[in-house]
């Protein structure tokens, strides 16, 4: 369907508008945000010591040069070599996220960050010696007691790193220049790119849409005619739910390369080759997976817009990074 001119410009100010708009990020109760804890939490990110063999630590898999992700490595290698299954999804805007895990199994941070520190295929330890291995450092138990009044426990190790990630917002993009009024922060192409992603045409607002670009709900994109990972089956165990993940933030995706839970295209021209011919010949594939008919410069457009999300300060911001 054409949109007349007029149309366009007005539904396009309007997603503007929603756009950027980011909301009050949500704060557990039980778990105030405090400089302390924050710092804390980023020191706990950063130790391989969380790791059963001290080899790895949140950020072997979330690397802040590549927003976070694993980028280069379609599954991530955890304690003793092991493969995991599926890509490492970035931690920017993290805190904002509806669920945790590609099928959205984890509602909350806090929660999450047991998944890895557990998993016998990513870190490895169970709580009982992490806990007992961080009490025998004395930089962690004098902070865990300055910053808790229980001290140091699993949760609370799990309630720090939480605390950290809450900070990791990624909003200084050239499209976040360009939506608070920058005309010169996207170039001519990313902007056609922009209306295409915010039309009909190219139909991706549907599903990527608002500040993070996901309306958080979960799809099956067709990625292959079978569903070997079973997504939000893995929860449901309803057959119609096979392959279906959450639709990830494209925030920064021109620095995440390879993509997809399981890391399966490598690059963003080959993503985009996916949707225009509407994916593969999947039982529950998403009624938008349909063939888009793109031509060769829309599609470069559209990457053109998808590079404007990157936010390189993000990538560099010295809040993020390793401690001292
Ligand atoms: C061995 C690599 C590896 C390590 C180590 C690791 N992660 Fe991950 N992380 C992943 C992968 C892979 C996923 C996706 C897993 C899934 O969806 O099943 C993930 C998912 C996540 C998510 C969910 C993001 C989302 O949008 O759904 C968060 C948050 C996260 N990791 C934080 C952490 C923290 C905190 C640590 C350290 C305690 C950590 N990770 C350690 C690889 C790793
Ligand atoms: C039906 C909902 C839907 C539509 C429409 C859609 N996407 Fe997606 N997108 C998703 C989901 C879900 C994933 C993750 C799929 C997976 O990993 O199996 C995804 C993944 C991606 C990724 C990879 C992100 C990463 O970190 O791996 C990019 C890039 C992307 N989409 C861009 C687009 C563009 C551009 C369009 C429009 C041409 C579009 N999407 C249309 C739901 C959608």
């Known amino acids: 369907m054409k949109f007349t ?98 099928e959205g199994g984890s509602p909350s941070l806090e929660l999450q960050a047991m998944g890895p520190i557990t998993a016998h295929d990513e870190m490895g330890i ?55 009024g920058d005309q010169k922060a996207m170039s001519k192409a990313a902007v056609r790119g922009m209306e295409l992603f915010f039309g009909e045409n190219g139909d991706c607002f549907h599903c990527h849409n608002g500040f993070n670009l996901t309306t958080e709900a979960l799809h099956n994109t067709a990625l292959q005619k079978t569903n070997p990972d ?37 690059t963003l021209e080959k993503v985009l080759d996916h949707y225009n011919k509407g994916g593969e010949d999947n039982p529950n594939a998403d009624t938008l997976m349909r063939p888009l008919g793109l031509s060769k410069t829309e599609i470069s457009d559209l990457i053109e817009f998808l590079k404007a999300l990157t936010d390189v300060e993000f990538t560099r911001d010295p809040r993020f990074a390793a401690p001292k």
């Open 5 to 102: 001119t007029a149309f366009t410009i007005c539904c396009l100010a309007g997603v503007v508008f929603a756009q950027g708009f980011f909301p009050v990020m949500p704060i557990p109760a039980d778990n105030p945000q405090t400089p302390e804890k924050i710092q804390l939490g980023r020191k706990l990110f950063y130790d391989a010591r969380l790791s059963a063999d001290n080899s790895i630590s949140c950020s072997s898999c979330h690397q802040q040069k590549f927003a976070f992700t694993n980028a280069g490595n379609a599954v991530s290698t955890g304690i003793r070599g092991q493969k995991g299954s599926r890509n490492a999804p970035t931690l920017g805007n993290v805190g904002w996220r509806k669920s945790l895990f590609w």
């Open 230 to 266: 079973l997504g939000l089956a893995r929860i449901t165990n309803r057959k119609s739910d096979e392959g279906k993940f959450k639709t990830p933030t494209i925030r920064n995706v021109a620095l995440t390369a390879p993509y997809m839970h399981d890391g399966s295209i490598p």
């Open 126 to 180: 169970e709580p009982s010696v992490l806990v007992a291995r961080l009490k025998g450092i004395p930089e962690y138990s004098k902070a865990f007691s300055s910053v808790f009044t229980d001290g140091l426990t699993m949760l609370n190790i799990t309630r720090a790193i939480a605390s950290f990630e809450r900070t990791l917002v990624s909003n200084r993009s050239p499209y976040d220049q360009y939506l608070a």
